[in-house]
């Protein structure tokens, strides 16, 4: 953990936490030991710490040097700087001390009481009493911005290195270019890294960044000062933003269980990420080799350099454009280039027009939050992503069209060829499945519709997105090593039965340790939720879901490669009775688990590009890492919506008897507030360590959401949770837990809280305004249960998710 850093931005729920130095009178009384008063010395290695004690300042040592610096570091994580005083004069012994000068200034002093460094100030009025203070929070000039009026920018300044925290070469902020702003990372004035353009939701040229409005990152624009500012998410715990020496932003999250930094992202990825790869027309693609290739109706601007992978001299334009006799090449899933001019009004087909009427146009986009998107000159910085991303629109002479009308009757006969085939091929196998659940019925009782894909509009969006998925995208493993890893997927490595099909460990050749998810032949909606994995899992990266490593598909077999997740899910964990890791799962754990299935659920719901209802959130899909990290896993049932839906409703209910909301298990609608509603299923069975559909009170007659509000809204919340783990010191985070998870079970839909709310409710940002809970539906009569504890499942059963999506208690 000693990645060399100048500046960070730092942030503990919301409120930027950095030095402030309050020159002030000594009216005001504070705290000794976070202040310095004028002519104290404080000597190294004496230390002051903010009053919470999150920062200090004192000197520290870089590794692979013994000078000393005078800095503000974190408290828990010394090795952390956040800030550097001299920078350019560090002392050569540890005989230095800090001071606070009679005219407000702090001074570093060395050995021989010689100023090595000041402050500087100069005050007109003469100060009485200066105090320094060091604060736990506060000062909001710390954000990454830049004023469009005076053009100043806030930045983040990199190290020269490790040992040296001379300003280095990179520096790193917020540019706005016409009116649309992205992050860049400048080395010596020129760009090497930018985010693309933010959309107001996203930054366009982030991959994998199509959550980061919901992760708290944002750009929020101030009309009247002229700044555009870069905020930070609010989340409970401590993140930095660090530019190092080598010109990398890497986002990490301090790590409390294990006391250490975890890297969330870095910044950037990949080679094409750098920007201008592929100069001027060219295209990157990290997946391709070689990477950088021309646009269409482009050629290298010199054949020789190109050739030996000096790509920077980018392509130029084969046939000149004519103006009025031009066409346009759509490229798909697009990082547009740099330089864009956003015309925010725009609809989609008017781009068209205007850059076509416009001479100077030479290529556009569009993208629904920005509107038109133009360029003229040149195109720069363009990346291809594959899955996400926008389509960028390329004019192109017309006689670059021309001469493929020929060829597209060639190509047009055989396609149609082969989708004939195809379809005969779906038809045949439709009709033998057809046939063979046909026997089913006989045997069962359950009529089958025997479809690949209903009729709901599950099915179009899934027709839509199977074009559009690219398995082949994934890594691929072989048939034989996944065999040969689970030793050919024997019994003794089974791990449990996902949506379609047996999940298995195993291990690969080099020790690693996979999940194994395997199509089963006899899944009735096996392969349509295969393919739904397949689609929302590989756009998706969290740290609460689980992670796709890779898939297979030869000939009959269709496999998903999981990492493996040690502490298995949390079913076995809280439910298993003889599991011995019950003991582990203590209140803070839960806790962090809660917040964490809650972040997943975020994440899902919140992605501007795919929303996504998960539908079948329960135990035994949240899986747990070696550290405990919840990993919402399983996503054959989620639903993707498009920019503007926010429900649906379907025919075809799936989803688990316990955990779906009663509007979705009686009237298959569903939204984002089903989700919720079997997230508080969840909230509550963390908290009693009981399984919602498993437990009922004798005594009381209730069921576990009964027996939750009973407790709760008697003001006994406490006895409510699990024994053992139940504690006064604890309480009142227990309760508003209680009260959290039975305000996402209430009956209505529009009474339940979003999921922001719910984790804003959690981390204790909203405290007071807690909303109160409506009594449950069916908190009397101990729900739709016998009391013997049996299930009655034709409550909200139907025809198809007993086949396999019932949860087998
Ligand atoms: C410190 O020096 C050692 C040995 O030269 C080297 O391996 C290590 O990477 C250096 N650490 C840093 C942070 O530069
Ligand atoms: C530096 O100043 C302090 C207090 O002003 C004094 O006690 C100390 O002797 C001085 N040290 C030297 C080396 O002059
Ligand atoms: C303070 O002024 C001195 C002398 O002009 C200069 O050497 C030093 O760099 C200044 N310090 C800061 C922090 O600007
Ligand atoms: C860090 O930079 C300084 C010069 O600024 C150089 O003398 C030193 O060798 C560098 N250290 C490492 C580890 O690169
Ligand atoms: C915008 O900036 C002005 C001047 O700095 C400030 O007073 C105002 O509160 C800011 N508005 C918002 C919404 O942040
Ligand atoms: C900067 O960070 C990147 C990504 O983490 C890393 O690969 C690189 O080695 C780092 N540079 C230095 C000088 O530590
Ligand atoms: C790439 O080509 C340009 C122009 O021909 C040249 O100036 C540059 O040095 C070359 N870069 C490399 C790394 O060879
Ligand atoms: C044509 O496009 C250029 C560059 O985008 C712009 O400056 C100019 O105003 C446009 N002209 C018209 C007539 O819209």
Redesign the pocket.
């Known amino acids: 953990m000693t990645v060399p850093r100048i500046a960070q931005l730092l942030f503990h729920r919301s409120i930027f936490l950095l030095l402030l130095l309050i020159i002030q009178s000594a009216a005001c009384l504070s705290r000794e030991e976070d202040t310095i008063s004028a002519g104290v010395v404080i000597k190294d290695p004496q230390t002051i710490a903010s009053q919470n004690q999150i920062y200090k300042l004192g000197f520290f040592t870089p590794p ?1 040097t013994t000078n000393r610096y005078l800095g503000i570091f974190f408290a828990f994580s010394q090795e952390t700087v956040v800030w550097v005083a001299n920078r350019y004069t560090p002392l050569k012994d540890s005989s230095g001390a800090v001071t606070l000068s009679r005219d407000g200034n702090l001074v570093i002093l060395d050995g021989t009481n010689r100023t090595v460094w000041s402050t500087n100030l100069t005050t007109t009025s003469p100060v009485v009493n200066p105090v320094a203070q060091i604060l736990d929070t506060g000062n909001l000039g710390m954000t990454l911005s830049m004023n469009v009026k005076t053009g100043k920018r806030v930045l983040l300044t990199a190290w ?5 925290p ?1 300003i280095g070469s990179f520096t790193g902020g917020l540019d706005v270019v016409s009116g649309t702003p992205q992050l860049v990372n400048w080395n010596e004035g020129r760009p090497y890294w930018r985010s693309g353009q933010w959309n107001g939701l996203i930054f366009l040229g982030i991959k994998l960044m199509f959550y980061a409005y919901l992760e708290g990152f944002n750009v929020v624009k101030n009309d009247s000062a002229g700044n555009f500012v870069y905020t930070t998410p609010q989340i409970n715990g401590f993140v930095t933003l660090t530019l190092n020496s080598s010109g990398s932003v890497t986002r990490k999250e301090w790590n409390g269980v294990e006391k250490r930094w975890d890297v969330v992202v870095t910044y950037p990825e990949n080679e094409c990420d750098v920007y201008g790869k592929c100069g001027p027309f060219g295209s990157c693609n990290a997946l391709e080799s070689p990477i950088c290739t021309c646009m269409r109706g482009f050629e290298p601007a010199n054949e020789d350099e190109w050739g030996r992978g000096n790509w920077s001299n980018g392509c130029r334009r084969r046939s000149q454009l004519r103006c009025g006799d031009d066409g346009f090449e759509r490229l798909r899933y697009m990082k547009v280039p740099d330089f864009a001019q956003p015309l925010p009004s725009g609809v989609q087909d008017e781009c068209r027009t205007r850059c076509l009427g416009n001479c100077s146009c030479i290529a556009y986009a569009y993208d629904s939050y920005i509107g038109c998107m133009f360029w003229s000159n040149t195109l720069i910085d363009t990346q291809e992503f594959g899955s996400v991303g926008v389509d960028l629109y390329v004019r192109l002479s017309a006689s670059e069209f021309g001469s493929h009308k020929g060829r597209k009757l060639y190509i047009i006969i055989p396609v149609t060829v082969s989708f004939a085939c195809i379809c005969i091929i779906i038809f045949i196998a439709r009709w033998l499945m057809v046939k063979r659940r046909g026997d089913k019925v006989k045997d069962t009782g359950i009529v089958e519709a025997g479809q690949m894909f209903t009729t709901d509009s599950t099915a179009i969006v899934l027709r839509n997105e199977a074009k559009e998925v690219n398995i082949g995208e994934l890594p691929k493993f072989t048939f034989e090593m996944l065999a040969k890893a689970t030793k050919r997927f024997h019994e003794d490595n089974l791990l449990g039965r996902g949506g379609f099909g047996p999940v298995y460990k195993g291990i690969l050749a080099n020790g690693k340790e996979i999940a194994v998810k395997r199509l089963s032949a006899e899944s009735g909606q096996g392969m349509q939720e295969f393919m739904n994995e397949v689609i929302v899992i590989s756009k998706l990266q969290h740290r609460n879901l689980v992670k796709l490593l890779g898939g297979c598909v030869e000939k009959e077999e269709k496999i998903l490669i999981y990492e493996y997740m040690p502490n298995k899910s949390l079913d076995a964990c809280l439910f298993g009775s003889t599991n011995p890791t019950k003991k582990l799962l203590d209140w803070n754990m839960r806790y962090s688990i809660i917040e964490g299935i809650g972040r997943g659920i975020l994440y899902l719901h919140r992605d501007s590009r795919l929303r996504i209802i998960h539908r079948d959130l329960k135990p035994s899909n949240v899986l747990l890492d070696q550290d405990w990290n919840p990993k919402i896993s399983d996503f054959g049932m989620a639903r993707i919506f498009g920019g503007n839906e926010d429900h649906g409703s379907t025919a075809r209910v799936v989803g688990t008897y316990g955990y779906m909301a009663p509007e979705y298990g009686m009237e298959g609608r569903f939204s984002e507030k089903s989700d919720v509603y079997s997230f508080g299923v969840l909230i509550l069975e963390i908290i009693k360590g009981k399984k919602n559909t498993r437990y009922f009170n004798d005594e009381l007659s209730l069921s576990l959401i009964g027996c939750a509000w009973k407790m709760w809204s008697e003001g006994n919340g406490l006895s409510f949770v699990e024994e053992g783990i139940a504690s006064r010191e604890t309480e009142e985070e227990m309760v508003r837990c209680i009260q959290i998870g039975l305000l996402c079970v209430q009956e209505s839909p529009n009474d339940r809280p979003v999921i922001q709310t719910v984790l804003s409710m959690l981390s204790g940002e909203i405290v007071e305004l807690l909303p109160l809970p409506k009594q449950p539906v069916f908190a009397e009569n101990g729900s739709t249960r016998g009391p013997n504890g049996s299930t009655q499942q034709n409550v909200y059963s139907n025809n198809e998710h007993t086949l396999s999506m019932l949860d087998g208690s």
């Open positions: 692979n020269k290195n490790a040992t040296d001379g």
